[in-house]
């Protein structure tokens, strides 16, 4: 049996899921013979709309953008290679963060409620921070807990 192709392993990632043109270079790099040869199968692939940095954010941000902040998504983002102006953007366009917070917030401790005791507190907080909101939504959340 022969070894596929760098074209037949990147369409078959891509059949998988969406990739970031610089992810599926990183993935077909141990591949390759050289950096030219990714760039051509890759340039390719971009100019037949099978390769899409813009897809790839939109489909990103619709599978997680509903449990994660903001900061997370845009890490994440940024660590797939995708550039800093385009997850900026989508992410302006990804809806109001603190009524994701407060969705997420309501999920994990809605009937309990926002506790009294500052450690309870702090914990529903580290709990917002680590899903990557941002303080001033967390604090809204917190604030205003089932009122808004």
Known sequence: MTEPTLRERALRM?????????ELARKLAAHAGSAEE???VLDDLASRRLLSDERYV???LRARG???GNA???R??????????????????AGDETARALEVWRRKYGSAGVPADAAGRARQ??????????????CRVLRGGQDE
């Open 14 to 22: 891509l059949a998988r899921r969406e990739h970031a043109r610089a």
């Open 38 to 40: 990714i760039d051509a």
């Open 58 to 60: 939109e489909t990103r």
């Open 66 to 68: 509903a449990r994660f």
């Open 72 to 74: 997370r998504l845009a």
């Open 76 to 93: 994440e983002l940024r660590a797939a290679g995708v550039d800093g102006a385009l997850a900026d953007g989508a992410l302006a366009g």
């Open 125 to 138: 907080a580290n709990f917002l921070a680590r899903r990557g909101f941002s303080s001033e939504t967390i």
